[in-house]
């Protein structure tokens, strides 16, 4: 009987079209991973592409971009299924032949005009229907359900119920929604797991750009090295991917030493007003519109402030960072840097009639297993499990003290 590693590969010896996918979230090693998978499966001769659904937080996108470009292959990744299906319509031509096909637009009805040599053609004679689907295997990295490919699953679930799946993971919430679940909770990165089945298939397939790839992955998973998850497999997996040729250096330069002084603005602002609670299990940091302004910074830079801060506070399990969401229609750029550095309000002698209050945004991070999601599910969140998103139509102030005491709540009653 076939082992999983051995089921795996005889799924992707058999299949003609391959699509690699992954979490609409875009976390590095979703990314590197299936970046590694695609330059792999090409070395075998298959036929293979990488699609997924950019970041639902359009802030996203750019730091995906800046931080993971480096990497072999990432022009590759597409965000849209494309082709998948094609729709055919089927002439009899046992009672004519066909002289000249044309086709026309007309008033977004396409017409097919098809002249026969002899003989003529009957509404009898014309069936449609429609083909297979494009790709005969889908392999899904480091995605807890479908759910979370987010467009690339909801705008097509027929092809995902109608096409064998590969599902691979490492952590411990997946619904095992594959024909085969290759779930290893030991691992600390899906790069990890897919290193030792490329090794188990080929060692010799390995070259400098898929180890660095999957070197990437693992680095980015623990922070440099310094999570407190690091196994003896997790650093012998490392040593090897370096004496394969993995690009150590470039991936650390990239990943964590080209942050930009906005960045460190940023992130000397979120210290100066963090907070913690029940033993900082919980940490969280407020930031206003003018913490935005006077750095420089984006919404897209929060990701690299939480990053530093899951390095730097280990004990916390969920980190959260309330800030000021400011519509870009408001008022001119000049009048909001003449307030000072508090969050608006009706005492800051603004016109009422010119200014729109801001919204207050949340990003709320778990690194243990707590479901993000549902710690603030009062809001409507996007994202999954480990990151979620809110708005919330409330001035800062409230609104923080407001989220942390239904964070704290929720906290309370879990085993932590």
């Not at 750019?62 to 998948?84: C, D, G, Q, V």
């Not at 990239?254 to 942050?259: D, F, I, P, Q």
């Amino acid at each position: 009987m076939l082992n999983q590693e051995q089921q795996i590969f005889e799924q992707i010896k058999k299949a003609n079209n391959i699509l690699i996918t992954f979490s609409h979230v875009w976390n590095g090693d979703s990314v590197a991973s299936a970046l590694a998978l695609f330059l792999f499966l090409k070395k075998i001769g298959k036929s293979v592409e990488i699609v997924a659904e950019e970041p639902r937080n359009n802030a996203a996108r750019p730091t995906a971009n800046k931080l993971f470009s480096f990497l072999p292959a990432f022009s590759e990744i597409k965000n849209e299924l494309e082709n998948l299906r094609k729709f055919i319509i089927s002439l009899d031509v046992t009672n004519a032949k066909v002289s000249q096909i044309k086709y026309k637009l007309e008033k977004n009805c396409l017409n097919f005009i098809i002249s026969p040599k002899e003989g003529f053609f009957t509404e009898d004679d014309i069936t449609s229907s429609t083909g297979g689907f494009k790709y005969d295997l889908i392999i899904v990295l480091d995605a807890p359900d479908l759910e979370s490919l987010g467009k690339i699953y909801d705008n097509d679930t027929e092809f995902f119920y109608k096409t064998s799946i590969v599902n691979i993971d490492h952590h411990s919430d997946n619904e095992e929604f594959g024909q085969i679940n290759f779930i290893e909770l030991n691992a600390v990165s899906v790069s990890e797991i897919l290193f030792s089945l490329f090794e188990s298939y080929s060692r010799e397939l390995i070259d400098e750009d898929i180890a660095t790839c999957l070197l990437a992955g693992i680095i980015y998973k623990t922070r440099s090295f310094k999570t407190p998850n690091i196994t003896p497999h997790t650093l012998n997996s490392t040593s090897e991917l370096i004496s394969m040729g993995a690009r150590r250096e470039e991936i650390v330069n990239m990943l964590y030493r080209s942050r930009t002084l906005n960045v460190l603005k940023l992130w000397g602002r979120v210290l100066a007003r963090l907070s913690g609670s029940l033993d900082n299990v919980l940490v969280w940091s407020t930031l206003s519109h003018i913490d935005f302004l006077k750095t420089e910074a984006g919404e897209e830079d929060l990701d690299e402030v939480i990053d530093e801060l899951i390095v730097n506070i280990p004990m916390a399990k969920i980190i959260a960072i309330i800030y000021e969401k400011i519509p870009e229609n408001n008022i001119a750029e000049n009048e909001i840097s003449s307030v000072n550095s508090e969050p608006l309000s009706e005492t800051n002698g603004m016109n009422n009639q010119k200014f729109n209050y801001p919204t207050t945004s949340l990003v709320v991070y778990s690194v243990k297993n707590i479901d993000s999601m549902e710690l603030i599910k009062e809001y409507n969140p996007t994202g999954d499990r480990r990151l979620a998103r809110a708005e919330i139509d409330k001035p800062l102030t409230t609104a923080e003290k407001e989220i942390i005491e239904l964070i704290e709540e929720k906290l309370r009653k879990l085993p932590l």
